[in-house]
């Protein structure tokens, strides 16, 4: 036994260097109380170790800890984007105006950072129903606190509450599916599931029911509608560096977990289906098409409800939710190609909705303001920023040449290869719709002169225009050379599901 667990945490290598991150961050704010660098710099060097030690499992297909936690290349694929994200918001932490200001003390968020991400990352490598809950719950937890970070803030106590009361109700409903689940199979392992369930002893309508109620703890997690109420709130409350991170990192965990659930436990593995990379799902119990209308609902009240909003942070926020939409259409396909177009959207959406939240940050930064009336003007004030804004806008809309036209590109070849004309054209409709809510933003920076009477200066560092300029080239470059991207991602989910 003692051989096994040794040979298990060599495999648990990146959440043991976060959990020993963690504790270093926790005794260097005791210890190191009058500076404000070591602290964060000791969490970017942890999410750096972590980085290394994670490069060498790729390609690796293994179990740890009984089978509770998956090591294979497609959790690989979103702890890398969890671990880049993380590493981008130590960055924007270290620039943000509201996160440094007078007499704060950031020891316990950078604390709190470090665990968030190590509860993202179980999330994507969790294969046993026990071990999705309490990855879900130390995330969620340490989003709670972080979201409330701010106190000084008139709204940031309502959104962490909001979030609280909302996150509680959302894993409430999850728990009780899976202990449904379990009183069904006997067992939490989701490999354990799919072979009792495939085996045709099961009520369709209670599996429909347990899977339902699952379904809503990853929906909150992913802000999918209608477990979405939080969202706009908390976006709005939370510091920006957190309202950024939780947009794309805490939404990789969340499908990651997501997407092994469904593929695992709800699959056919006895019907062998004429394309190679194409599965099948239980017979009397196509849940594929639950997920096809929680994606039409969600891309349509995300992009409808965006229309009206004039906060930056809140139309971004909705803006999320559609984008989350998107992503579920690639599920819904069953095959390898859907998957893989997913990891391609993660990808490239990290790159571009985190250069849209540092610039609404650095801008903020100097008006104070998240406003939508207050960007007009500004175009010519900061031109090399506020066009970088407009290319991550434009990338966001799925516009050609940017990334987010190559990420939608694939998931819409894999639904008309899938068949799902029907849901390609409901998502085409809402890329047009989203096309509306962003020129409004172009219109104010370029076309409208300021109301502003006093006078402010966008004048940014160089290293702010940096960071800027290493979100945004990527956002060009996979827009017109991104073969190595898809490779990478179709290599990621080729043997994924296997026990």
Do not use: C
Not at 429 to 441: A, D, G, P
């Amino acid at each position: 036994m003692s051989d096994q667990i040794l040979k298990d945490l060599q495999l648990f290598q990146p959440e043991t260097t976060l959990t020993i991150a963690l504790l270093l961050a926790i005794l260097a704010d005791l210890i190191f109380r009058r500076s404000k660098r070591v602290v964060p710099f000791l969490t970017m060097a942890g999410f750096v170790a972590a980085f290394v030690v994670l490069l060498p499992q790729f390609g690796v297909n293994a179990s740890v800890f009984g089978n509770m936690i998956a090591v294979d290349s497609f959790a690989f694929f979103f702890k890398l984007i969890i671990l880049l994200s993380a590493v981008l918001i130590v960055v924007f932490s270290l620039s943000s105006v509201e996160l440094n200001s007078p007499g704060r003390r950031l020891g316990e968020y950078y604390a709190l950072l470090i665990a968030l991400t190590l509860g993202m990352m179980l999330m994507a490598g969790a294969s046993n129903l026990l071990m999705m809950y309490l990855a879900l719950e130390l995330s969620s937890i340490t989003s709670y606190i972080l979201t409330g970070y701010t106190r000084e803030a008139q709204d940031s106590s309502e959104s962490s509450l909001k979030y609280v009361i909302y996150g509680a109700f959302s894993s409430g409903l999850m728990l009780y599916g899976i202990s449904i689940i379990y009183g069904m199979t006997g067992s939490l392992d989701i490999y354990t599931i799919n072979k009792v369930l495939a085996a045709g002893n099961f009520n369709s309508l209670v599996l429909l029911i347990a899977g339902t109620l699952a379904l809503a703890g990853f929906g909150y997690k992913i802000s999918a509608v209608p477990f979405h109420f939080w969202t706009p709130d908390v976006y709005e409350g939370a510091p920006i560096t957190i309202t950024a991170f939780l947009s794309v990192a805490s939404k990789a965990g969340g499908f990651a977990m997501m997407i092994r659930f469904f593929k695992v436990t709800f699959i056919d593995t006895s019907v062998v289906t004429l394309d190679v990379g194409k599965w099948a799902s239980l017979q009397g119990f196509e849940w594929y098409h639950l997920v096809a209308a929680l994606s039409v609902l969600t891309m349509t009240l995300g992009n409808l409800v965006a229309l009206w909003q004039h906060n930056l942070k809140r139309l971004l926020a909705y803006s999320s939710i559609a984008h989350a939409g998107y992503m579920l259409m690639g599920v819904v396909v069953l095959s390898n190609e859907g998957l893989a177009a997913i990891l391609v959207y993660f990808v490239v959406y990290l790159f571009m909705n985190l250069g849209a939240f540092y610039i609404v940050m650095l801008i903020a930064n100097k008006t104070g303001s998240e406003d939508i009336e207050d960007y007009k003007g500004i175009g010519q004030k900061a031109p090399f920023v506020t066009v970088a804004f407009a290319i991550f806008l434009v990338s966001l809309t799925g516009l050609p040449p940017t990334a987010g036209f190559i990420g939608k590109l694939y998931l819409f070849s894999a639904l008309l290869d899938g068949g799902w004309i029907w849901l390609a054209v409901v998502g085409a409709m809402n890329s047009v719709i989203s096309l509306y809510y962003y020129v409004k933003i172009f219109r104010n920076m370029y076309l409208r002169s300021s109301d502003r009477t006093e006078k402010f200066v966008l004048d940014f560092s160089y290293p702010q225009k940096l960071v800027v300029f290493v979100l945004l080239f990527p956002t060009l470059l996979f827009g017109l050379y991104f073969t190595p991207l898809v490779q990478f991602a179709q290599a990621s989910i080729k043997i994924f599901g296997t026990p």
